[in-house]
């Protein structure tokens, strides 16, 4: 298995642009996350998904959209970004036991 | 409002030492978790527990639901634990995290 996924490792943007954050998981598991990570802070969540069709916010949602079209994939929109979104992104996928992290995307917005 | 709040932010030992991280939180959970932050920044899940304690290797991790308080322990620690240690709460109903602004452990040889 190759467990989460995530594309780009790495991205700057210019104010304004838009880009999509690709996440997968082969791990067929139901719950899938978008967090953040701004230095020294802890990990916040942007949004969730329970399943394919569902998905909600969570506590950092404005600026971002997302999608669940299937199990597997789980990718984050950015519209029209912002030096606020500077930061790393984390996708993770979990059981009700364990959660599972892709390795982060490191974005710049300037 | 559900916060979890870790303590020491910033823990240097010397390797061998027991090392101890708490995390406190506020309010009912299902479940603790304690996660691991490489510093190459890729994140690994330690412990889940919802009661008593748990032991992995040199590793234990310890909860009191009474008291709302949990702890990481390492023993004989080495070089090699140095890492960010967070703590995350899974309030009651809830399949998502809370997460600790973590512990930054480092450990000198």
């Known amino acids: 298995n190759a467990g989460v996924t995530q594309t780009p490792k790495f991205r700057i943007l210019k104010i304004g642009q838009s880009m999509t954050l690709q996440c997968a998981q082969d791990m067929n598991h139901n719950y899938m996350y978008w967090y953040r990570q701004d230095p020294g802070m802890g990990l916040k969540l942007i949004y969730y998904?329970?399943?394919?069709?569902?998905?909600d916010k969570g506590e950092v949602p404005n600026g971002y959209n997302v999608s669940r079209s299937t199990t597997e994939d789980f990718p984050l929109r950015l519209e029209l970004a912002a030096p606020s979104q500077t930061s790393v992104y984390f996708c993770?996928?979990?059981?009700?036991?364990?959660?599972?992290f892709g390795p982060g995307t490191r974005l710049t917005v300037t | 409002k559900n916060e979890v709040e870790q303590s020491p932010q910033n823990l240097t030992a010397q390797e061998g030492e027991f090392i101890t991280i708490n995390c406190s939180y506020s309010?009912?959970?299902?479940?603790l978790h304690w996660l691991q932050q490489h510093p190459g920044g890729g994140i690994v899940s330690l412990f889940m527990l919802s009661s008593g304690k748990k032991k992995h290797g040199r590793l234990i991790a310890t909860i009191n639901i009474q008291e709302k308080h949990s702890s990481l322990h390492i023993t004989a620690s080495h070089p090699r634990d140095s890492a960010v240690y967070i703590c995350a709460s899974q309030p009651q109903g809830a399949q998502k995290l809370v997460f600790g602004q973590g512990t930054r452990l480092t450990i000198n040889p």
């Open positions: 309010v009912g959970i299902s479940a």
């Open positions: 993770a996928s979990s059981t009700i036991y364990e959660q599972y």
């Open positions: 998904s329970v399943g394919a069709g569902i998905t």
